[in-house]
């Protein structure tokens, strides 16, 4: 029944969004009427902008349903994917749980991402102009930073991984020399930090290529993550019998003191917190769709789909591994490069590189890129080679060999705390557009060079009160240990839903009806 009501859900929600923004034709009479691209607003018309932030012009966006199927396919079919599944499973679910939470977790995430990438492909316009609407010019520099730290905490996610599996691999083949490695860091000896250490050059190395020429060398690893991918779940298919799935899986399902119910939600919201971001700055991506329609169209089955079954393969992976190596896998080799420590060294070799490779990829193009390109934006002077370097720094500092050696820290802890702060973000944004500014945006306004300040505090004061209302929670249960019994922790395990709704009502509350213009400082003189 459960499922029956949230497929009809899905279905009322996809109708609800398509009659929102209307008519495919109706969107040409819209465009030509309050946007005009190529009139009003011409490339690098601020200064202040640059042409990355400049509105795709209407000939330039081309993006049909099977291009952005086509994209989260690139996305989600690769390792990372499946270490998310295998995460969930290590922290204490079971395999059940770990479905209701990936299917609950992308279908409440499915409504916000639809709309809030309307405006992006009504209007051609990137996250961070976006954001000046809502925030004001000054204003929106704390959402950009919040996406940064977001980007370097993914990053730093990343290094913990690749540096993890160099050093699996060194461990098949010199197993004498892991063994006599000194240890030189909490939870890390000298071998594992050559490892993280030459990984983290290798990202070195490409800030120094260049924003441009590395995404030129890093499309065609696309293929490669994905052909990895499916080689691997093939592998698992042909180990275990899927008839022994559940037990073997069973087996691998980390200590937990809560209820399955209490997990599943926790789960439910580490899948939230995980998409989060991209749901935020999904204009970015939005805003070279042909039309609304189109970009709704490649939304509504690629995404919930690929991003349910991915996970669930990395359970089958998981499990296979437990299947293959009974003795030598447990709920602590969730991040799977245990398997490049034990497969046959020709194949481990394979394995590992197409794994680092995969890894490095996700990272540069995805979470450094955006990090470094945020805080280009917000101090100009950086650049992006600075900027890069600068994300890598603080990736570092956040010890990740430390932060993410458990499968709870990186579900409970950093997926479930991301949600705290983009939640916030998403619920203004989407109160902005659709309630007070209702649907329209005078984009012009958004890039005349005049427009140098203003910070729309009504805004800012909602994304605080949602993120505000979970923190307490947050400090609870990571620093003292502290469990369901406490209601600030039951708020904090609904992070990303909760501050998403309470932003939305606050933001809804002290906006309507004093709302002037699309202007940073019409806004913030309301």
């Known amino acids: 029944k459960a499922t029956v009501s949230v497929l009809n859900w899905w279905r009322r929600m996809a109708a609800a969004t398509t009659e929102a923004i209307g008519d495919e034709e109706d969107r040409t009479d819209r465009t030509e009427k309050s946007l005009l691209v190529d009139d009003a607003v011409s490339p690098g018309s601020s200064v202040f902008d640059h042409d990355a932030l400049d509105p795709v012009p209407l000939r330039q966006r081309t993006w049909t349903a099977w291009t952005y199927t086509a994209m989260w396919l690139g996305i989600t079919v690769q390792p990372s994917s499946f270490v998310f599944g295998a995460a969930l499973l290590a922290s204490g679910l079971d395999v059940g749980g770990c479905a209701l939470a990936l299917t609950f977790g992308n279908l409440l995430l499915l409504g916000p991402l639809c709309?809030?990438?309307?405006?992006?492909?009504?209007?051609?316009?990137?996250y961070p102009i976006a954001l000046r609407a809502v925030?004001?010019?000054?204003?929106?520099?704390?959402?950009?930073?919040?996406?940064?730290?977001?980007g370097i905490g993914w990053a730093a996610f990343n290094l913990y991984l690749g540096g993890d599996a160099l050093y699996k691999f060194i461990a098949n083949v010199a197993p004498e020399a892991c063994a006599s490695a000194p240890t030189v860091l909490p939870y890390l000896n000298a071998l594992q930090l050559g490892c993280y250490l030459a990984f983290l050059a290798a990202h070195v190395a490409a800030a120094v290529i260049g924003q441009r020429r590395l995404k030129a060398h890093l499309a065609s690893a696309a293929v490669v993550q994905t052909l990895g991918a499916v080689a691997l779940a093939a592998w698992a298919f042909a180990t275990t019998p899927m008839r022994d799935v559940l037990e073997t899986a069973s087996a691998l399902e980390g200590n937990a003191t809560t209820t399955k119910a209490q997990r599943t939600l926790a789960g439910m919201t580490a899948t939230c917190g995980g998409w989060s971001t991209l749901v935020l700055n999904i204009a970015d991506l939005s805003r070279f769709a042909q039309s609304e329609r189109e970009f709704l169209r490649g939304q509504l089955v690629a995404f919930p789909l690929l991003n349910i079954t991915m996970p669930l393969l990395g359970i089958l992976v998981f499990?296979?591994?437990?299947?293959?190596?009974?003795?030598?896998?447990?709920?602590s080799d969730w991040t799977?490069?245990?398997?490049?420590?034990?497969?046959?060294?020709?194949?481990?070799?394979?394995?590992?590189?197409?794994?680092?490779?995969?890894?490095?990829?996700?990272?540069?193009?995805?979470n450094l890129l955006s990090a470094a390109n945020d805080i280009g934006s917000v101090v100009p002077r950086c650049g992006f080679r600075r900027g890069f370097v600068t994300a890598l720094l603080v990736a570092t500092c956040i010890c990740p060999w430390e932060t993410f050696r458990s499968a709870n820290g990186f579900v409970n802890v950093f997926l479930v705390g991301i949600g705290m702060f983009t939640g916030g973000i998403l619920g203004a944004m989407l109160s902005h557009y659709y309630v007070t500014a209702k649907g329209t945006f005078d984009v012009p306004l958004l890039y005349a060079p005049s427009q140098t300040g203003g910070v729309v505090w009504a805004a800012l004061l909602a994304v605080f009160s949602g993120t505000v209302l979970t923190l307490p929670g947050y400090v609870l249960a990571t620093f003292y240990g502290v469990g369901w019994e406490s209601v600030w922790v039951v708020l904090y395990t609904l992070s990303w839903p909760l501050s998403t709704v309470v932003a939305f009502g606050l933001h809804a509350l002290s906006t309507t009806g004093r709302y002037h213009a699309q202007t940073p400082a019409g806004d913030a003189a309301a």
């Open 135 to 150: 925030f004001g010019r000054s204003g929106a520099v704390i959402p950009v930073l919040v996406r940064a730290l977001v």
């Open 336 to 366: 799977l490069t245990a398997l490049f420590r034990l497969w046959p060294w020709p194949a481990a070799l394979v394995g590992t590189a197409v794994y680092v490779l995969s890894i490095f990829t996700t990272n540069c193009t995805a």
């Open 319 to 331: 499990a296979a591994a437990k299947h293959a190596y009974p003795d030598a896998i447990t709920a």
């Open 115 to 126: 709309l809030n990438g309307v405006p992006g492909a009504k209007y051609g316009i990137p």
